[in-house]
């Protein structure tokens, strides 16, 4: 049966969302080979992976996961697809503790660093929180503070029939794609950072098919998979199930000065948990906190809870100065390592 898939994306023929759903789902339920599903991540690659086929393959995934029960109205999720190679500290991840900190819940999904020397997963635990806990330690968390982290092999052990082969193959398959869409809580509000402005466009149109509320899927001029603050971002809207055109962002709409690319960088997560903690601290560099600040901004806009992206970006600024997004921080950390 699994033959059958592979001879027809060999040949370049795309999956019907039937077929591309019965091979994840042969894949997920270890009923094939670690060479299959490598070369099945492959030749998937070489052909071309269309919206039909990740659409099924999310459905397979969202439904493979452990559900995360929470009640997610008005709750976002800021994460990335990662592999920009860009070096920038955890930019999203200081972000989480803006918005909540304005007042919005947030439900983040992530990992360890997979291409950069620090991940959401790692910089978390360097501040001191346990950012690995199971399901109803997430839900308890989330409860309690507003904000979750839910670490992704906690909720997809579907994926130990993946890992193998993506680890054999060392490129970028769709399951970079794939993650970030994959929230075990089924959040409706989404901000996506993309490696590529094709990505970026291919999963605004994914949420589209799925019952995502709003998103921003995005892609930086620079190379970021966040709203950069050196160059323009390229940003795709969904608002009611409804696709808009790309709008090109400038920093310099909202009133943000641009700043060198350099500025932006981060290090290992011992490095990059001292810039979180000099962010809520108000200590960090103009271009550190501005970046938040603006990410955070998207990150609020998109529950509705402000009215613009201009008091949005005031509420991401008044969070930090407050001391809220620290307080948030500090709750966050405390709660994990009770519930630990």
Do not use: W
């Not at 992976?49 to 659409?55: D, I, M």
């Not at 999904?109 to 790692?122: A, E, L, M």
């Amino acid at each position: 049966m699994f033959t059958y898939f592979l001879e027809k994306i060999s040949v370049s023929e795309d999956l019907t969302p039937g077929e591309a759903e019965n091979a994840l789902q042969l894949i997920v339920n270890g009923d094939v080979s670690d060479e299959e599903v490598a070369a099945f991540l492959y030749g998937m690659r070489m052909k071309g992976e269309k919206v039909g086929e990740l659409t099924a393959f999310v459905n397979v995934m969202r439904e493979a996961s452990v559900a995360v029960n929470v009640d997610v109205d008005g709750a976002v999720d800021l994460c990335g697809t990662g592999g920009d190679k860009s070096g920038t500290f955890n930019i999203s991840t200081a972000a989480m503790f803006v918005v909540a900190g304005a007042g919005v819940p947030v439900l983040k999904h992530g990992n360890r660093s997979v291409s950069s020397k620090s991940g959401s997963y790692d910089v978390l635990e360097l501040l001191g929180a346990v950012p690995n806990l199971g399901k109803e330690s997430v839900e308890q968390l989330f409860e309690e503070t507003g904000m979750a982290f839910m670490f992704a092999p906690n909720f997809h052990p579907a994926m130990k029939y993946v890992m193998p082969a993506r680890r054999s193959i060392k490129l970028r398959t769709f399951f970079n794609m794939l993650g970030p869409l994959l929230n075990p809580a089924g959040v409706r509000h989404q901000v996506v950072g993309a490696f590529s402005e094709e990505a970026a466009e291919i999963m605004i149109q994914i949420l589209a098919n799925l019952e995502t509320e709003t998103a921003y899927t995005l892609h930086a001029h620079d190379g970021l998979d966040e709203v950069s603050l050196s160059s323009p971002t390229e940003i795709f809207e969904l608002k009611s199930n409804m696709m808009g055109k790309p709008t090109t962002f400038d920093p310099d709409m909202l009133g943000f000065e641009k700043v060198n690319f350099k500025e932006l960088l981060g290090g290992d997560a011992k490095h990059n948990a001292t810039i979180l903690t000099n962010i809520m601290d108000g200590k960090a560099s103009y271009a550190q906190q501005r970046i938040v600040e603006l990410n955070a901004a998207f990150g609020i806009y998109v529950t509705g809870k402000a009215g613009s992206l201009e008091d949005a970006a005031k509420m991401a600024s008044e969070s930090i100065s407050s001391g809220r997004a620290r307080d948030k921080m500090n709750l966050f950390i405390e709660t994990s390592r009770r519930l630990a």
